[in-house]
Nanobody
Framework: QVQFVESGGGLVQPGGSLRLSCAASGFTFSRYGMNWHRQVPGKERELVGTITAAGTTNYADSVKGRFTITRDNAKNMVYLQMNSLKPEDTAVYYC???????WGQGTQVTVSL
């Protein structure tokens, strides 16, 4: 079945960096675009950015210039490099295939002193 397993979250100080990873399985990964989302308790899930099957990326204005999405089709992995982190980036981060309804458990990112 379709699965997404996110990892790499943690506690980081403002201005720091983290690299999130997402392992995808259960579908032909190389044929699909992938998204990264984030969610803060009590708020709706927010789209952070997308990467198409061809590798074209697009980002929310709030993260543009700081976050970078890449993918490795040989490993069925998608990554989110986060630099210059701000406290408002604190959230649970999820990856998903926008054509499918499955979600992983997410990985918590906390940006704080």
């Amino acid at each position: 079945q379709v699965q997404f397993v996110e990892s790499g979250g943690g506690l980081v100080q403002p201005g720091g960096s983290l690299r999130l990873s997402c392992a995808a399985s259960g579908f032909t990964f190389s044929r699909y675009g992938m998204n990264w989302h984030r969610q803060v308790p009590g708020k709706e899930r927010e789209l952070v950015g997308t990467i198409t099957a061809a590798g074209t990326t697009n980002y929310a204005d709030s993260v543009k210039g700081r976050f970078t999405i890449t993918r490795d089709n040989a490993k069925n992995m998608v990554y989110l490099q986060m630099n210059s982190l701000k406290p408002e980036d604190t959230a649970v981060y999820y990856c998903n295939n926008p054509m499918l309804t499955s979600w992983g458990q997410g990985t918590q990112v906390t940006v704080s002193l």
